[in-house]
């Protein structure tokens, strides 16, 4: 399962085959926990492995299985908020000055100061054929790049300063396209 695919679009297939198992295996760990809580704290044990079958409902289990389902979807649909929250996090190093005191900043379509990014940003996502993603600063002197989003509708790229001081436009265009 996994091995060397062909292409780009076997690849992508091959990666949301396998974030589907990450969730499934995630779901039924959490099974499992619900229903060994029922078993071993409650004496409730549905299929007779430990104590003789029960007719009562699995309560852990079931809560077990609503949580799990709860966090699949609250990561789902929010993922990207709790990555790009989490590079805004109070940091122990200090980086010196950075505006409003943030370490992250959203960089919008019409912001003058960093119209180059968004022009490059904007050629990107024109080649690739899919809509532009919401542009992040992170206020960081480490060159590094990364982006997120269930979807090309709901992406995201955050780019450092560092990356920005270090690279000139053909380069930031390769980061970005990549």
């Not at 990561?75 to 805004?88: A, C, E, T």
């Not at 002197?141 to 509708?153: E, I, K, L, M, V």
């Amino acid at each position: 399962m996994i091995k060397r695919t062909g292409n780009i679009y076997e690849q992508q297939e091959k990666n949301d085959w396998l974030t589907v198992l990450l969730v499934v295996i995630f779901v039924i760990y959490y099974l499992i926990i619900g229903y060994g809580t029922d078993v071993f704290m409650f004496g409730n044990d549905l299929f007779g492995l430990v104590y003789p079958a029960s007719e009562k409902p699995p309560y852990a289990t079931i809560v077990a299985f609503l949580l799990a389902g709860a966090y699949v979807m609250y990561v789902f649909y929010r993922g990207d908020d709790l990555i790009l929250n989490s590079v805004s996090m109070e940091r122990v190093w200090d980086y010196g000055e950075m505006p409003n005191g943030e370490i992250i900043e959203r960089i919008w379509l019409d912001d003058p100061v960093n119209k180059p990014i968004v022009n490059i940003v904007h050629e990107m996502s024109v080649a690739a054929g899919v809509t532009m993603p919401a542009i992040y600063i992170v206020y960081d002197t480490d060159p590094n790049a990364f982006s997120t989003g269930r979807d090309p509708w709901h992406s995201s790229i955050a780019l450092t300063t560092g990356l920005l001081r270090k690279l000139n436009r053909a380069e930031l265009q390769a980061v970005i396209g990549h």
